[in-house]
């Protein structure tokens, strides 16, 4: 099996160094870490201690890939001005698989659009981890994965890449219907990412000790929505969360870590497009309206600050 990872950060090098160890050819595309990278390789600090992965090949361009994979995994985030149709260009050979790990609602149309003749699987990763510096990355806890064919449906190579991630030792799952299991990751994220922003950089423990109700709320719209739209999720959905929250270890957000590092933060992938949903559905939404806006001037804001 033969993998390009797209993106050295936190998820793409973490489920990179996975399928390394079960012997895939993994090698990775890096662009501001690529020289650091290229020499050292990539340290990941877990429970475990301190694992090393070093790819078959470190590149800061898909054109110079020797080869093309049979499966291209794009880790990055999805961003205004971010050109995840060039980034994938030049990965793709006639046969290789397209594998989105994003978080997000509806980010895959403009890659379906681009790629027609391609197989594409959207995934999504449930896991505390992060980039502490080039070529660093700690994973604090969780490692889930849920892999499924745009627009639904489990191929055969969705179901070849799930089982090298099983053998690697963490839950991957695969899912027929992958968009609504994308309205279930987002149920969590488009409460705890902007609240850890708008809060100055509460951990996720500190928001729901103090702002439970809060939580709640958004997350209750977000089901409404997913529902309109016929993805209804489980009656327990918010539970989960809740429950599942209270056991993690203090952990910020991938969306502050972004707005502390003034990068721009994913508010239309999780929010925004959440948000126009429920408006086109005509859903009551008024925490996430409300949220979306208060995002949307804090951004303006940190434009202004890095101008």
């Not at 201690?49 to 499966?71: C, I, L, R, W």
């Amino acid at each position: 099996m033969k993998v390009l990872i797209i993106g050295a950060g936190a998820v793409g090098s973490f489920y990179g160094s996975l399928l390394a160890k079960q012997g895939a050819e993994v090698s990775l595309l890096a662009r501001s870490d690529y020289l650091y990278v290229k020499e050292h390789g990539i340290e990941i600090e877990g429970k475990q201690g301190v694992q090393h992965f070093q790819p078959a090949q470190v590149v800061n361009s898909a054109a110079a890939m020797t080869e093309k994979p049979d499966y291209v995994l794009l880790c990055t985030k999805v961003v205004e001005g971010a050109d995840r149709v060039g980034l994938l260009k030049d990965a793709v050979g006639p046969n290789t698989a397209i594998v989105l790990v994003s978080n997000g609602i509806d980010i895959e149309a403009e890659i379906a659009r681009a790629f027609p003749g391609h197989e594409l699987i959207s995934g999504l990763a449930f896991i505390c981890v992060t980039r502490t510096a080039p070529g660093k990355i700690l994973h604090q806890a969780y490692g889930r994965l849920v892999l499924g064919n745009y627009p639904r449906g489990i191929s055969e190579k969705t179901q070849a890449l799930c089982s090298a991630y099983q053998q690697a030792g963490i839950h991957c799952e695969a899912n027929e219907n992958i968009t609504a299991a994308r309205w279930q990751k987002c149920v969590w994220n488009a409460a705890f990412n902007p609240l850890s922003v708008l809060s100055g950089g509460l951990a996720t423990a500190d928001i729901l000790g103090t702002q439970e109700s809060f939580v709640r709320a958004i997350m209750e719209e977000i089901i409404a929505i997913a529902k309109a739209a016929g993805y209804p999720l489980p009656d327990d959905t918010v539970e989960l969360n809740i429950s599942h929250t209270r056991k993690m270890p203090p952990y910020k957000t991938s969306m502050l870590v972004d707005y502390e590092a003034e990068r721009p933060m994913e508010i239309e992938a999780i929010l925004g497009n959440a948000v126009r949903y429920g408006q086109r559905l005509k859903v009551s939404i008024p925490h996430l309206e409300s949220v979306y806006a208060l995002m949307k001037m804090r951004e303006l804001q940190l434009a202004k600050v890095t101008v």
